[in-house]
């Protein structure tokens, strides 16, 4: 047969059988098709590949509406192919093209992005605002620190004025009462004009403003020393014996019985022996004062108000 008619019946072979056209499935047929040549199951590509069954069967079958978004799945098309060495062909990027045409819509989303920092025009009154601020803060924090120690240090001073003014007083009070003693220590004076010195150094207590409590005290106790009398008592438990003088006059003697009381009442002092200090009991004022029982005759005892408790 010549070549010519060869060649024309080529021709109309290929006119009478034309060839199929690739499409989506086709392609992702062949895919299946290359993994089952691998005896290869869906369970163990997808336990290789960490992709889902369904979606690898979305894949071969050419379904991309059963899988993720078209970029998603473009992706996970090109992950199968390479791991059944299918990505030397051109199938990956025929089947790429069909996915776009499929999803024309699909675009890349680019925004404009503003530089992180731009150039900002000079802003002097804001500037000088600011600064005037913190100038006026500063002055501020300054005036009442300043002012917290004026306050602390007046009343120092003032305290210590107080101080000062209260010891004063005390002292004048102290020179009053040692003249009102002397006065009284050089003239013997009845029991009745003694009570009035006594309300006249009260009044005079009051009018030097002492507020200490232990000036007070002591005060109180050194003129009632001195104004009230010295009462001497003794009770005997048994019958004694008993000398005694007072303010340093004639020595006199008595002889107590069992439960008898004696009262004696002195400016000063006493002096005071008794034949049997284990028997008797001696107050002053009212209150008793201890005896020094070591013997039974206790001789030439002075007794004043230095004892009382």
């Not at 192919?81 to 699909?106: A, G, M, R, W, Y």
Request: net charge negative.
């Amino acid at each position: 047969m010549p070549r010519n008619t060869t060649e024309k019946n080529d021709q109309e072979d290929k006119h009478s059988f034309p060839q199929e056209e690739e499409s989506l499935q086709s392609l992702c047929q062949q895919i299946r098709e290359k993994r089952i040549s691998k005896k290869l199951s869906l369970e163990s590509v997808s336990g290789h590949l960490h992709i889902a069954t369904k979606i690898l069967k979305a894949i071969e079958d050419g379904k991309p509406e059963n899988g993720p978004t078209p970029v998603f799945f473009r992706g996970l098309v090109r992950t199968y192919c390479q791991f059944l060495e299918l990505d030397k062909t051109e199938i990956i990027d025929k089947i790429d093209n069909f996915l776009k045409v499929e999803d024309p819509s699909e675009r890349l989303n680019i925004k404009n992005l503003q530089p992180v920092a731009s150039i900002k025009k000079p802003q002097p009154i804001r500037n000088i605002i600011t600064i005037l601020v913190i100038l006026l803060s500063g002055y501020l924090i300054y005036s009442l620190n300043s002012m917290q120690k004026s306050f602390f240090i007046t009343e120092d001073n003032a305290t210590n004025q107080k101080n000062v003014a209260e010891e004063e007083a005390i002292i004048k009070v102290k020179k009053t009462v040692a003249t009102k003693i002397q006065e009284t220590a050089n003239v013997e004076k009845p029991f009745t004009e003694k009570m009035e010195l006594k309300k006249e150094l009260t009044v005079v207590t009051n009018l030097g403003e002492i507020k200490t409590e232990t000036a007070k005290s002591t005060e109180k106790k050194l003129v009632t020393n001195l104004l009230e009398p010295l009462t001497l008592e003794v009770e005997a438990i048994e019958g004694t014996w008993v000398s005694i003088s007072v303010d340093g006059k004639e020595i006199k003697d008595y002889r107590l019985e069992a439960d008898e009381i004696q009262q004696w009442e002195a400016k000063e002092n006493y002096l005071l022996t008794l034949g049997n200090s284990q028997v008797v009991r001696v107050l002053l004022n009212g209150r008793e004062i201890e005896t020094n029982r070591t013997n039974h005759l206790l001789r030439d005892w002075l007794v004043n108000a230095n004892l009382m408790p």
